[in-house]
């Protein structure tokens, strides 16, 4: 049996196969139009082991797949086959009891193949005909195990990131690289890219777009090749991959979108990392405006804070807003509060906040900015209300700690440090993650707060502990995980120990947590905090059972953010529990797609309809 004439286009930039340009769509053309979980009830293959008569393609795969109810591998075997001969038609018998013919049963090797332990079945082959010396494998098993293995050769080198044994083992064995093992032509497209050879690896993601019919196969190749190419390739692929051979019943408007997507998340990060007016108003005009098609809250809180930074309140306000009737969240609340107070609305700040008041800590932190603690002025400390926010206000507003840093050294040489400075000193250094220094700055604190005269009690019968704890200053919001509540020296511990968590002493921690000075609600965020940590290392350790106990744990005292449920995400599919992690990837890659939330998703689709 002759072998299908592969597509040479993939190869135009160095690998010389001879073929025509449909070899791609015949692996994989139609795989998917039965629905996954639908279940065909089969007899045995025959599985004899002969080879087909002459002149006759080889369906022992196909009754293979049929028989397991693998529909997406059995329909792209159906195209492969067509695609060998015009004229051929599946058998009406496919789905019937079939005959055992006399002979080796080769279904337990396909059964090895099909679970991707190859190695295993060359080996129950190779014992076989030890067993069997007159017996022979089929064409079909020889040539799918070949293929398996040189798949297993791509993947193997482009883990270990071999680069120029990807495109060697690729040219060695070009069907490795078809539509129906897309993983292996984008890892050939990175190898190339990882060369320096861009011109053959946009060749090859152009290859896979314009003809494997999929919109699915071709938007995740938009989404792979953005790594690789520039914007203006990109777009040029996205193009392309919209409009270049469309398949019957195929939508390409999610292929169309890709490129959109990926200029959201670059010109999202640009916007968190911008100066003032960095962004072009071209650029500034096109994030805003995706932003309100998606109704990306997440977009949003970060316009805002662009906004914020450039002291364009109002601007910041309405993006704040925005973000919160989207989607309500303390992270919103609080950019919202700072926006208010940066326009002199307090009432509209305590307004915003009062939902969330006593139940964030970023809020009540918020507030700290809109009606300072009273007490000696300067920066630091309280202040009467005509003197309006410090320069270390409107630092801490824009969420710009360097300054923080700068104003309270300078402050301190002016006048001497106090104890709620060099507290405020140790979260400013958190945020630009020194948290060695911040875990010093809050034990001096600590130490000269001891010394310092209490305050004298605040007007309304605040307690003069109360208002100690107000002398902490306006830290950063973000940074912050206090109530108000809390004594100085519970706020000096707290910090201490998130600083101790940067640096990674969990252990030592874990066992001075009991004993630390600290509020309920501190206690329980310090806790929380070490179970993320310890699920992080359970995954590495391949504790997968463990990071699920310690993220439904971790879920009884905070709401789970974005990235561990990442980690749970790789739990359940390290654990097979593969519907349940790629309902958890979908659930995060909706909310906003991210390559991480894209990986991940990509993977167990992959694993549950084995498209690999």
């Known amino acids: 049996m ?21 070899a791609w769509a015949q692996s994989n053309s139609g795989a998917r139009a039965l629905a996954p979980g639908v279940k065909v ?39 492969r086959l067509r695609a060998l001969d015009p004229g051929w038609e599946p058998p009406k018998d496919l789905f019937a009891p079939q005959p055992t013919a006399a002979g080796v049963d080769e279904t337990p ?5 099909s679970a991707g332990k190859v190695a295993e079945a060359r080996a129950a082959i190779a014992e076989q005909r030890r067993k069997s010396p007159s017996w022979q494998p089929s064409d079909k098993l020889l040539q799918e195990l070949e293929l398996a293995e040189s798949a297993g050769r791509i993947r193997s080198a482009s883990d270990t990131k071999r680069w120029q044994e990807v495109v060697d083992a690729a040219a060695a064995q070009p069907e490795a690289v078809a539509c129906n ?3 292996n032509a984008w890892r050939l497209a990175e190898a190339y890219a990882e060369l320096k050879q861009t011109d053959r690896a946009f060749d090859t993601y152009k290859t896979i777009v314009t003809t494997c019919p999929k919109a699915k196969e071709r938007r995740d190749t938009i989404f792979k090749a953005s790594r690789h190419l520039s914007p203006e390739r990109l777009r040029e692929l996205s193009a392309l991959g919209a409009t270049a051979n469309p398949a019957t019943g195929e939508d390409y408007s999610a292929v169309r979108s890709a490129e959109a997507e990926l200029e959201t998340g670059r010109l999202l990060e640009r916007l968190g990392n911008a100066k003032p007016g960095a962004l072009s108003a071209a650029d500034l005009s096109r994030v805003q405006g995706i932003v309100r098609d998606k109704q990306d809250a997440d977009g949003a809180i970060a316009l805002g804070w662009y906004f914020q930074k450039q002291k364009n309140f109002t601007e910041a306000q309405g ?18 509060v700072l926006a208010y107070n940066g326009l002199g609305d307090k009432a509209q700040a305590r307004a915003a906040a009062a939902p969330w008041k006593g139940k964030s800590s970023r809020i009540d932190q918020a507030l700290k900015a809109v009606d300072p603690p009273r007490g000696p002025s300067g920066p630091g400390g309280g202040r009467t209300a005509p003197q309006g926010p410090s320069e270390l206000d409107r630092a801490l507003a824009r969420h710009d700690f360097a300054a923080c840093i700068s104003i ?24 630009l993650k ?20 209490a305050p004298a009690p605040a007007k309304g019968g605040a307690s003069a502990a109360g208002t100690a704890a107000g002398k902490a200053g306006n830290r950063s919001p973000a940074a912050s995980g206090l109530p108000q509540t809390a004594t100085p020296a519970q706020e000096n511990a707290y910090g201490q120990a998130i600083a101790r968590l940067a640096t990674g002493d969990v252990t030592g921690l874990t066992r001075d947590l009991p004993r630390a000075n600290l509020t309920a609600t501190q206690r329980a965020e310090i806790r929380a905090s070490l179970m993320a940590t310890e699920a992080g290392r359970a995954l590495e350790d391949k504790r997968y059972n463990d990071v699920l106990r310690l993220l439904d744990a971790r879920k009884e005292l905070e709401p789970e953010p974005r990235n561990l449920g990442i980690v749970r995400g790789w739990a359940l599919y390290n654990l097979m529990r593969f519907d349940e992690a790629y309902v958890q990837f979908k659930s995060i890659d909706d909310r906003l797609s991210t390559e991480e939330s894209r990986e991940g998703l990509s993977t167990a689709w992959k694993t549950i309809y084995h498209d690999w």
Request: one cysteine or more; charged letters at 20%.
């Open 181 to 183: 093992r897309l993983d």
């Open 434 to 453: 020194r948290p060695s220094e911040a875990e010093a700055a809050f034990a001096e604190a600590q130490t000269l707060a001891a010394r310092e005269p």
């Open 109 to 113: 090797f396909w059964t090895l193949m």
């Open 408 to 431: 309270i050294r300078s402050t301190i040489a002016r006048s001497g440090p106090t104890a709620s400075l060099l507290q405020q000193r140790g979260w400013c250094l958190l945020e």
């Open 2 to 22: 002759t072998r299908p004439l592969l597509l040479s286009a993939l190869f135009l930039a160095g690998i010389a196969v001879a073929g025509g340009s449909d």
């Open 41 to 79: 009830e089969v007899a045995p293959a025959p599985g004899s082991g002969s080879a087909p008569a002459a002149g006759k393609v080889d369906e022992t795969a196909l009754r293979y797949y049929a028989r397991i109810g693998d529909g997406e591998r059995m329909e792209a075997e159906i195209a």
């Open 319 to 336: 993006w704040f807003t925005q973000a919160n009737e989207w989607t309500p969240s303390d992270k919103a609340a609080e950019g919202l």
